[in-house]
């Protein structure tokens, strides 16, 4: 066997544990119906650079499968879907995962997932590091947005200057409708003397005696 090549197709029926270790798997692609039936994976030592999303799907979906060793392996990558998988155990250290942004996710799962008796299940999630970048040889676990730059960048000039003037219209536009509600019937008289506007409900403005002027009009 070469390290190109795959897992076995078919293995015996009463197996529950798949140990090969000996450096010649390469790649972690295809269908292997048996995976329902493994309850331990050990697959380290090896030189599998990536886990194809179908095989670990199909192994999370199996819900049998509690150990899975993929340490000391070239992975620079893993799907997010593995924290659906159902695992007690799983060992990752030794291998050349790529720490950028995409990655984020890892650094709080290694920590953070537990069993029920709360026990890590990342038995080596301290020595999980990052094979690449400015952190290279850094815990992964240890690394968080601001670390890692992934923070959102910050809006250029105008950008700010753009929402500023926004805001500012609204206030304005807000400003002009709380004065025209508290001056609502001098605003109407100003439109009837003005463009002859006047409101139905209102034809007798300029006979109610409780209307206050801000003028007095004579005429000659």
């Known amino acids: 066997m070469t390290c ?14 798949l140990t090969i270790v000996d450096g010649t798997i390469g790649s972690l ?10 309850w331990m994976i050990n697959i380290s030592s090896n030189s599998i650079t990536k886990i194809c999303g179908h095989l670990l799907e199909q192994i999370i979906k199996g819900t049998t499968t509690r150990w899975l060793d993929l340490s000391g392996n070239k992975i620079s990558k893993l799907s997010p879907e593995i924290k659906l998988g159902r695992f007690e155990k799983i060992w990752l250290s030794g291998n ?5 942004c995409d990655m984020l996710w890892m650094a709080s799962w290694l ?6 008796s709360g026990d890590h299940v990342i ?4 020595h999980v590091l990052c094979y690449t970048g400015k952190h290279t040889g850094t815990p992964i ?4 947005a601001a670390l890692m730059d992934c923070l959102p960048t910050r809006l250029p000039a105008w950008g700010i200057g753009l929402i500023a003037g926004a805001c500012l219209v609204v206030i304005a536009v807000v400003i002009t409708i ?31 005696e409780q209307f206050q002027f801000d003028a007095l009009l004579s005429y000659t």
């Open 111 to 116: 920590a953070n997932t537990t069993t029920l």
């Open 178 to 208: 709380v004065v025209i509600a508290r001056r609502w019937n001098e605003v109407k008289f100003w439109m009837y003397i003005h463009f002859d506007i006047l409101d139905k409900n209102d034809d007798d403005l300029t006979a109610n």
């Open 141 to 144: 676990y240890t690394l968080d």
């Open 123 to 126: 038995q080596d999630y301290r």
């Open 96 to 100: 050349e995962f790529a720490c950028n």
């Open 4 to 17: 190109n090549e795959r897992l076995p197709p078919t293995i015996h029926n009463m197996t529950d544990w």
């Open 29 to 38: 692609c295809g269908n292997f119906p048996y995976m329902d039936q493994i």
